[in-house]
């Protein structure tokens, strides 16, 4: 744990499992471009490490990899990686911008959970899902546009963003799931694209800021307290009554809510 720079040789090809876990006085050190895989928490609970480049070759971020790295401001994601495992940068609460590179089509549940000084984030095409919580707690986000690639949003994915104003939902998105935006306080407009045929739970409680939605005719179901506490919210719905399977309270405290059939 006293360690304070490390450099790895050439050689190198892959690194293990927890292989500097808690090296907390950790605040430099040089991945060789040999290296194809971080693995499990290998650096999780770094504390002092507030910089890291990851070299190009490398495939997969692996579960926790850099889970608790507290000071880790910035951080460099080459092209080759295809996947950032769950957790893997889940309360690195000092990361302030991060760009996910072309190659990548997963991003894991929670993988950027408390990232709370995260402003910015880029998601590339052809990210295919977002995982449960990726984006869970992190607080300083305002603004996010999720690329056509899209398909899924995961369950509590952006929950208690509260500075996050604004969002892009792709055209590829069929489903947005449970208390996906869940205390968004700071959402002020949403577009909910055609393909969509669900709202599950909660996905827009307590987003108190939100004042107009328009919720497409293609959309079938909307879960329970999916609108809950949206007070100043006027929702319009492009479909009739009979039409739309509406969950218990879903839309408990919003201002109106009109069917235009």
Not at 222 to 230: P, T
């Amino acid at each position: 744990s006293n360690w304070r720079c490390i450099t790895i040789p050439e050689s190198v090809t892959s690194i293990g499992k927890e292989a500097f876990y808690n090296c907390s006085e950790l605040r430099n050190i040089t991945i060789p471009k040999g290296v194809t895989s971080i693995g499990y928490a290998a650096f999780s609970k770094c504390s002092s490490l507030a910089s890291i480049t990851i070299p190009e070759g490398v495939k997969s971020i692996e579960r926790s990899a850099f889970s608790y790295c507290t000071s880790l401001a910035s951080i460099t994601i080459p092209k080759s990686v295809t996947s950032i495992g769950d957790y893997a940068f889940e309360q690195c609460d000092s990361l302030e911008s991060i760009t996910i590179p072309e190659g990548v089509i997963s991003i894991g549940n929670k993988a950027f959970y408390g990232c709370e000084s995260l402003e910015s984030i880029t998601i590339p095409e052809g990210v295919i899902s977002i995982g449960n919580g990726a984006f869970y707690n992190c607080t300083s986000l305002a603004s996010i546009t999720i690329p056509e690639s899209v398909t899924s949003i995961g369950e509590e994915a952006f929950h208690n963003c509260s500075e996050l104003r604004n969002i892009t939902i792709s055209e590829g998105i069929t489903s947005i799931g449970y208390a996906a935006f869940y205390e968004c306080s700071s959402l002020e407009s949403i577009t909910i694209p055609e393909g969509v045929k669900s709202i599950e739970g909660f996905a827009f409680g307590r987003c108190t800021s939100l004042e107009s939605i328009t919720i497409p005719e293609g959309v079938t179901s909307i879960g329970y307290r999916a609108f809950q506490d949206c007070k100043n919210l006027d929702v319009v719905i492009e479909n009739s009554k009979e039409n739309v399977e509406i969950g218990d309270y879903a839309f408990d405290g919003c201002k109106s809510v009109t069917y235009t059939k």
